[in-house]
């Protein structure tokens, strides 16, 4: 696949050495402000990224590295083969079976992580300072990190400590570039965006509970639904029998700070609704060259202005969308980037094993997840769901980059990267 904003105008040969470091969560618009007041100028102007749906760590690694899937969209995930719910804390500490993981040379050892949401500014600091050692001492050629404490602090800290925080990160890259006297390329990016705005519990259980729904470990009858916990994000993926799917879909969408609801109708269909009672589908063909979205029941994503403005073509199935050059302007179309690719991306599985029946996007100021951890977190901000605050990362290096990227492409502006060995 091309690039969205072109080929990248001096991409970095497989031989040259360059380090890539992924900076977890800071969404574009707090990276290019610090770069219009004049910080990080070693790099070029940084380009909009956007990520995959959900907007979430664990998919999105593994689409940028161009990993094999990972069995759930967090720690704690639902296999569908045996019908239980999985994982948790443990995996987080021990690590578990997400393959992206195997394709870091460095990323923060997993004991720490349990108090990221305690200490996130000291502990973002003290992970910056050990990839700044482990990149000293490294002979590898080509370097892959993920500053994985960045998450917590991005969801908690206030805005002048993240900023504190970034600028720790421009002075390191400046000594690390100072430093390398043979010549250094370093890609800086980040694997999706973040709310930057307080947001409070969405009531999942006890609000499935009133419409008639059994939230369970497993499921038997055909009102059983399994909704895993972990992180407090911005994003739900509920499972439930498939001839359910539809109506958990319209019961969900219905709780306070649900912003849209999507299940897939068929191999190749995804019914999307709101709040608002609108309800839209998209299709796509098996080529994945051209979509039909269908808006006769509300413009659920509001595309209908973009797609008449290049006369798309209107037929039974919805407007046909094969234009290279709309596709191009849909993937950073408010409020809903890249939505085409992204939620066919979801429905087909590529990177998760077990893909959920329904997944809810939650509005900005709303999150889900496990309640314990509302006891000692403050969350300022939070990811996950299809807007773009939550979607819309960055990427910048010391080279000039596309002037958008999906995160999969990210690493195909350094060559070899796709191919690279695992690291050890």
Not at 406 to 420: H, K, N, P, S, Y
Request: hydrophobic fraction near 40%; glycine fraction near 8%; aromatic fraction near 10%.
């Amino acid at each position: 696949m091309s690039l969205v904003g072109g080929r990248s105008p001096h991409p970095v040969s497989a031989g040259e050495r360059w380090l890539a470091i992924c900076v977890d969560g800071v969404p574009f618009n707090l990276m290019a402000q610090l770069w219009n007041d004049g910080h990080f100028r070693m790099f070029h102007r940084p380009s909009p990224v956007v990520s995959t749906f959900p907007s979430h760590s664990e998919v999105a690694l593994t689409a940028a590295l161009h990993a094999p899937p990972v069995p759930g969209y967090e720690h704690r995930f639902f296999d569908i083969r045996r019908n239980r719910l999985r994982g948790g804390s443990a995996l987080t500490v021990f690590g578990g079976p997400f393959p992206y993981l195997r394709r870091l040379d460095y990323t923060e050892p997993g004991l720490w992580k349990g108090l990221h949401f305690v200490f996130p500014e000291e502990f973002a600091l003290a992970d910056l300072g050990r990839l700044c050692e482990r990149v000293k001492r490294s002979q590898k050629k080509q370097f892959v990190a993920h500053l994985a404490s960045f998450d917590a602090a991005l969801h908690t800290l206030e805005p002048d400590q993240l900023r504190n925080l970034l600028l720790e990160v421009e002075r390191t890259m400046r000594r690390l570039l100072e430093e390398r006297d043979e010549g250094l390329n370093v890609l800086l990016f980040s694997d999706h965006g973040n709310t930057l705005q307080p947001s409070r519990m969405v009531p999942v259980r006890s609000g499935l509970r009133e419409a008639g729904w059994r939230p369970r470990t497993h499921l038997v009858r055909p009102t059983d639904v399994v909704i895993p916990e972990y992180g407090l994000v911005g994003f739900v993926a509920l499972y439930c029998h498939p001839e359910a799917r539809a109506h958990l879909a319209a019961d969900m969408v219905s709780l306070p700070g649900v912003d849209l609801t999507l299940y897939l109708e068929e191999a190749n269909s995804v019914v999307i609704q709101n709040r608002q009672g609108q309800r839209a589908s998209i299709r796509w063909d098996f080529q994945g060259t051209t979509y039909w979205y269908s808006a006769d029941q509300g413009d659920v994503l509001g595309l209908v202005p973009l797609l008449e403005a290049y006369s798309a073509e209107q037929t039974r199935r919805g407007y046909r969308i094969h234009h290279p050059e709309l596709l191009r302007a849909l993937v950073l179309h408010q409020p809903y980037p890249d939505t085409l690719h992204r939620i066919r991306a979801w429905a087909e599985s590529y990177h998760v094993v077990n893909r959920c029946d329904v997944v809810a996007s939650l509005a900005p100021g709303y999150h889900y997840g496990k309640p314990v951890f509302e006891w000692f977190v403050e969350l300022k901000s939070t990811h996950g769901g299809l807007d773009w605050s939550s979607s819309v990362g960055f990427a910048m290096a010391t080279w000039e980059l596309p002037a958008v990227l999906r995160i999969e492409q990210v690493l195909d502006c350094l060559g070899g990267a796709r191919d690279r060995p695992r690291a050890s």
